[in-house]
């Protein structure tokens, strides 16, 4: 009961943070709450939001994947390979969610039949695709796919600023809120994360259950390469670069524990428009691109730094009532 008033409270503390930035960027600009702005700010987040939602599921069970951006880059270069050599689109696009499914599934064995840790893998595998993606394309872009298709990207809802990658990440969330939140998989999640020998003697599958989870890592990964291709209307070998700290730096953020067994969707959500909000204030007073990096960085460490000072709070708030407790 306390991990979930705790967890809601930094989800409000998040979601206020949300509106502070909103507001800091009014201050900065006038043009920052205007709807054209703020269509261009959500549609910026696409990626990063979609690759989110799987982070927070991995990490949940105490896992991480880095080779998430490197898979959207891999899967970018293949998209454009497969369309230059006249591979027709509805095919084109099942192979490159095939090829990220293999990428993820690749990270999965080595972790749960080799017994690897998930971090070093990963580490291996984000130089892995990335060098792959350079293989398919090399310095190339390819830019001439079709307007049907790169509509998808960069368009809106007709009749409205929504733009249709973040339509596509809302019914994405929901699914994956339901999934984690009211369903019996999803509660083995926080069991394997909390204490996976616990959850072994309990009779759950850990390494199968991880493995799906790898898989749909690098599912959705493919995925936001094909919103990334269609929204630039390019497949370039270096498409992604650097989002995998944003993604993880999102999912952090949100209370999620990077030790396992503890966290939300709604808290990652949340999280990676406060990151993406912020950034796009700083961007509007044109602020510098290594500036950006630096923020980010900032909140990756503050994400693991303030939680953990607060749990030392709670912990030191709760030896000292014992103590007043105790007789003489």
């Not at 291709?229 to 390019?234: E, L, W, Y």
């Given at each position: 009961m306390k991990q979930l008033r705790a967890s809601l409270g930094w989800e409000a503390t998040i979601l206020g943070l949300v509106v502070l930035a909103l507001l800091g960027g009014a201050l900065l600009s006038p043009d920052f709450l205007t709807a054209s702005n703020l269509s261009f700010l959500v549609a910026n987040l696409a990626e990063v939001a979609l690759m989110a939602l799987t982070m927070t599921l991995l990490v949940i069970v105490a896992e991480i994947d880095l080779s998430v951006a490197s898979i959207l880059g891999m899967c970018s270069s293949l998209l454009g390979l497969l369309w230059a050599s006249h591979v027709p689109m509805p095919l084109a696009l099942l192979l490159v969610l095939g090829a990220g499914a293999l990428a993820g599934g690749l990270?999965?064995?080595?972790?749960?039949?080799?017994g690897l840790p998930s971090l070093a893998v990963t580490i291996g595998t984000l130089a892995l695709y990335r060098g792959l993606a350079y293989a398919m394309l090399g310095d190339r872009a390819i830019a001439d796919f079709p307007q049907t298709y790169t509509?998808?990207?960069?368009?809106?809802?007709?009749?409205?600023?929504?733009?249709?990658?973040i339509a596509l990440f809302v019914v994405l969330a929901l699914i994956t809120?339901?999934?984690?939140?009211a369903t019996a998989f999803g509660r083995s999640l926080y069991a394997i994360g909390a204490?996976?020998?616990?959850?072994?003697?309990?009779?759950?599958?850990?390494?199968?259950?991880?493995?799906?989870?790898?898989?749909?890592?690098?599912?959705?990964?493919?995925l936001a390469g094909i919103?990334?291709?269609?929204?630039?209307?390019?497949a370039r070998a270096d498409n992604g670069a650097g989002l995998e700290l944003s993604v993880i730096a999102a999912v952090l953020l949100g209370g999620v524990s990077i030790f396992g067994g503890r966290g939300s969707v709604v808290g990652a959500v949340a999280a990676v428009f406060l990151i993406g909000v912020i950034n796009g204030a700083l961007t509007i007073v044109d602020v510098s691109n290594e500036i950006l990096t630096i923020v980010t960085g900032l909140l990756l460490i503050g994400s693991v730094l303030v939680p953990n000072l607060l749990a030392r709070v709670r912990a030191a708030r709760e030896r000292r009532a014992l103590l007043r407790r105790e007789p003489g």
């Open positions: 990270n999965g064995l080595l972790v749960t039949r080799l509509n998808l990207g960069f368009g809106n809802i007709p009749g409205t600023q929504i733009p249709l990658p809120a339901v999934v984690l939140h204490n996976e020998v616990a959850a072994r003697f309990a009779g759950l599958r850990v390494e199968r259950v991880k493995l799906i989870l790898f898989v749909l890592s690098g599912l959705m990964s493919a919103v990334f291709t269609f929204r630039f209307s390019s």
